[in-house]
């Protein structure tokens, strides 16, 4: 999987709502990214793409 594999930012703003919403309204960073993910059916190996910078995993990156 590399980084065009991945959502856009802009296509990751939709699910974050409706994945707080299912939350109840407040959650921490981490269970909205991880229910954000399961909600768009990412699999594993996307938590792994990294920026060709070295800069960091781009999927939590998107999801902030």
Known sequence: MDIGDLPKYHELMKPTLV???????????????????????LPTPALDVQYESGAGAVLPDRLS
Request: glycine share 14%; hydrophobic share 50%.
């Open 19 to 41: 994945a707080l919403d299912k939350i109840g309204g407040s959650a921490s960073l981490n269970e909205i990214n991880d229910a954000v993910i399961e909600l768009v059916g």
